[in-house]
């Protein structure tokens, strides 16, 4: 169902379609038909004992886990249907890691469900939704439901009794509206990316055959360049990242997980799938997108989106004239829906201020955090004094149950002062 475009079908869904086909359950044809033949000893256990392994683990099915090609062969030899590897994330192995990569939980629209149902159509789970960084349905500009508007309970990726559509608990119908879920404009950040996972999904094939780990560096290491002047520090701070993560990113060490290539390619305008695709330093002009105007025209009729300069400023205002709204830029940038270098051109005073208001509010975060732990480290050294007892750094970590206590620096320069201290008394 829907292969080729951004609604694409995921495997899970279609293995719950072929069961109510053939109208038994999942756990029915795994156990029976599937299991049989792929012939591994911990899959026929977890399937006809009625452990939950194989099915905690499914989500894997619709990734480029070897979980998901043995499930692609062995339905494809059943079926005679082919290229059920497209419903899945393989190919994707060499450009994207797992991490963060999809839900641990079902997430579903209910008003695709009811369109489904509605038009007549069959019932089915799109891979868009299982993507970890998809929060909203553009179509339907909703966000997507986690929990089943009856018992309210978190709905696992695949169940021995799935049906498409439908609670595994309660058998709820999942195209029930529950309350009030249109969006609000907090969420146009969301739709920002929920349109990148889009196109994402849409252009997968061209990035499984195109993309690769020296272009992903090559294009990262030309961002840093070109905005930072190389400064690995000041990029990662935008993105509220490590440098020493950015670092391994740009050494090709370790590939940065999608969502972060969204973010960056919302902060820049820059399409995922040619950042993946495409060497960005040599097709600029290319690579840039107006996501804003396409996210518009899909909401023709409800709102414009552009950069809107009174709430921008009413909501910068807000956080820069409250001291108890203590909030750092990259947030509230990310708050507002707008890139942190387009708030700082249109109203520097404030970001300067509410940045200050943040910097000082950590420093004196921090500095009590000290004097709590340094008055910590003395109730520990006198308890231990008073048994006889060297006060080590694990026994002063075990006796105030914080482990890692003493890794500051700082702290064990004060102890060591403390004992120093201590030592000299003794003498006297």
Same mark, same amino acid.
């Given at each position: 169902m829907g !292969?080729?475009?951004p609604y694409m079908e995921c495997l899970t869904s279609y293995l719950i379609r072929l069961s109510e086909v053939h109208k038994v359950y999942p756990s029915s044809l795994l156990s029976y038909i599937v299991a049989p033949i792929l012939d591994k000893e911990f899959f026929i256990n977890s399937v006809k004992r009625g452990g939950n392994r194989f099915y905690d683990g499914a989500r894997t099915i619709n990734t480029f886990e070897k979980n998901a090609a043995d499930m692609v062969t !062995? @339905?494809?030899? @059943?079926?005679? !249907? =082919?290229? /059920?590897? &497209? #419903?899945?994330l393989m190919g994707l192995k060499d450009v994207i890691p797992s991490r963060y990569l999809? =839900?641990?939980?079902? $997430?579903?629209? *209910? $008003?695709?469900? +009811?369109? &489904?149902?509605?038009?007549?159509? %069959?019932?089915?789970? *799109? #891979? /868009?939704w299982h993507l970890e960084v998809v929060k909203v349905c553009l179509k339907h500009k909703r966000r997507l439901e986690t929990q089943c508007p009856s018992c309210n309970k978190n709905l696992p990726i695949l169940h021995r009794k799935s049906q498409n559509g439908y609670c595994v608990y309660c058998n709820t119908w999942l195209g029930i509206e529950k309350g009030n879920n249109q969006d609000s404009h907090? #969420?146009? @950040?969301?739709? =920002?990316?929920? #349109?990148?996972a889009e196109k994402f999904i849409e252009h997968k094939e061209e990035i499984s055959v195109s993309g690769n780990r020296k272009q992903i560096i090559r294009n990262l290491n030309y961002l840093v360049e070109t905005y930072e002047q190389g400064n690995l520090q000041r990029f990662a701070k935008n993105l509220n990242l490590a440098k020493t993560t950015l670092w391994?990113?740009? =050494?090709?060490?370790? @590939?940065? *997980?999608? *969502?972060? %290539?969204?973010e960056i390619c919302s902060l820049f305008d820059i399409s995922p799938v040619y950042f993946y695709t495409q060497d960005i330093s040599t097709n600029k002009n290319k690579t840039l997108i107006t996501l804003n105007t396409e996210l518009a025209s899909r909401n023709q009729g409800t709102r414009e989106i552009r950069f809107d300069h009174t709430r921008a400023l009413a909501m910068l205002e807000k956080y820069a004239s409250?001291?108890?709204? %203590? %909030? $750092?830029?990259? +947030? /509230?940038?990310k708050l507002i829906g707008y890139p942190k270098r387009t708030l700082y051109e249109h109203f520097p005073d404030l970001c300067k201020i509410i940045s200050a208001k943040n910097k000082e509010f950590i420093k004196r975060r921090t500095k009590q955090a000290y004097e709590d732990n340094c008055l910590i480290i003395d109730n520990c050294v006198e308890v231990l004094g008073k048994h006889g007892v060297y006060p080590s750094r694990r026994k002063i970590e075990e006796i105030a149950h914080k482990p890692g206590l003493l890794k500051d620096k700082k702290l064990r320069e004060y102890l060591n002062v403390l004992m120093q201290n201590e030592f000299s008394n003794d003498r006297r």
């Open positions: !292969v080729g475009s !062995v @339905l494809e030899d @059943l079926t005679g !249907v =082919k290229h /059920l590897d &497209q #419903l899945t999809l =839900k641990n939980h079902f $997430s579903w629209c *209910p $008003s695709c469900y +009811e369109e &489904q149902m509605n038009n007549g159509e %069959i019932h089915y789970n *799109p #891979l /868009l907090n #969420l146009e @950040l969301n739709y =920002k990316i929920t #349109l990148m391994d990113w740009c =050494k090709g060490k370790v @590939l940065p *997980p999608l *969502p972060r %290539i969204f409250n001291s108890e709204r %203590i %909030i $750092s830029m990259t +947030e /509230l940038a």
